[in-house]
Structures are given as C-alpha cells and as structure tokens.
C-alpha cells in the first residue's frame, strides 16, 4: 500500500494571547498552515484579523501562547523578528511605499540591504516581477505617480522579491477603487494556482474569499469561532454568529 505524503506544517499557533495593557483582544488563538495552503481571515470588524496577522511577523507583541515556524519555536522578541519576516512577507491596506524611492528602489531595498543579494541578480528579478503584474514601464518612478491599484501591486512585488516561505494580505483592496479591486485579486489568485504559495489573507471580499480559500477562520471579539473548509464554510458555516455574519455581506 503507498504511503501518503504528509503536508509540510508551515506554520503553527498554540494558544496565543494578545493584551493592550490591562484590555484583552486575542484569546487562546490556535491553529495550524500546512505548505501551500490558503487560509481566509474573516469576521466583523475589530474582531482581531488585522491584529493576529500582525502578530506572526512581530509587528505586535503577543503576551502568551507559542508561535512556531518551519518547525522552530519563535520566542517573541525583538532580535528575532527581522530574519523571520525574509521569509513571511506582508502586504497593508496602505502600501507603506517610501516616497523618496523610485519603484525599482523600493523593491531592492529588501534584498540589498538585508539580503545582502548582487544587485544585478536583484534588478533583474524585480525586473522580472514587475512584468508579471504590468508594472515594468514603472521601474524608475515615483509612487506619488502611482495610482492606488498600481501601488498595491508594487507592494506585492517587494514582498515577493525577498523569497518568503509566507504572505500575510491585511485587507490589501480595501482603499482601492472598485475597478482597481479585480486586478489585485487576480495577482493573489495567481500567486495560489501558479506558485503554490502559502497565505493568510484577511479580507471583506466574500466572493474571492469563496474562490480561494482552502480554510476559513473565522474570528468574533478576539476568539476563533470556528475553523472550515472554504467551501463548507459558505453553504454551511457551523455557527449561527457566522451564519448571521454572511446574511449581512453582499456577495
């Protein structure tokens, strides 16, 4: 009988706990991200996405819990985060662009400065990156002459030029214009069917959440309500809060 492969665990959370001084906002979060898994944030706002997401690259501070990675136990401290986040990229609602750089710049800075890459094997992949997504007569502007979508898909970019293992997606269409909202979205697609890549992606986009997600969590006032498989979740989420969530979206 042929033995089955086991999926690769990239990444774990064991009873994580997140406090704003005395105010409680995670509570006993766990779960668990095999390797090329998509997995969907979802829940009302200020139910905690944006906060748990940014807990797993240390742009906040858990108080409690174990948070593992490719296996390893990550202690939350500071000296600890700028080699994790090489290999778990991150993408904002607000770019986070420096106005300053041109967009090849921005996207070399990862790889250059922390990397320690040859320039010219960098350029050329950014190069490279930025025709995947439409943007390679953009490579020496200036994001004020950036629209919002063009923006986002440089911020894509400068994420994946670093060969993360992970992408986190805070809400990224969120300040987009409707017709901007598609384009961002094919890219993300993209990046699952394509390239296999593992994400969390915290989003409102029901209808994408749908498409694409292999796993929703889905979060109320700090706690996971539940864990279900993307499509089970949308025709029969478990819980009547969640049910209750999706009669409110319009998708």
Known sequence: MEETEMPEQILKIDKLNKYYGQHQVL?????????????ALLGPSGSGKSTLIRCLNGLEQFQSGFLFFGGKQITPQEKNWPQLRQKI??????????????VLDNILLGPLKVQKRQRAEATAEAL????????????????????????????????????????????????????????ILEIIRELSERDNMTMIIVTHEMNFAAQIADRILFLEEGRILEQTPGKEFFQHAKTQRAREFLESMTF
Do not use: W
């Not at 509570?27 to 997995?39: A, C, L, M, P, R």
């Not at 990229?89 to 041109?102: A, H, K």
């Open 27 to 39: 509570y006993d979060i766990s779960f668990e991200i095999q390797k090329g898994e998509v997995v």
């Open 89 to 102: 990229g991150m993408v904002f609602q607000s770019y986070d662009l420096f106005p300053n750089l041109s």
């Open 128 to 183: 490279k990156l930025l025709q995947r997504v439409g943007l390679e007569k953009y490579a020496e502007v200036y994001p004020r002459q950036l629209s919002g979508g063009q923006k986002q898909r440089v911020a894509i970019v400068r994420a994946l030029a670093l060969h993360p293992e992970l992408m986190l997606f805070d809400e990224v269409t969120a300040s987009l214009d409707p017709e901007m909202v598609r384009g």
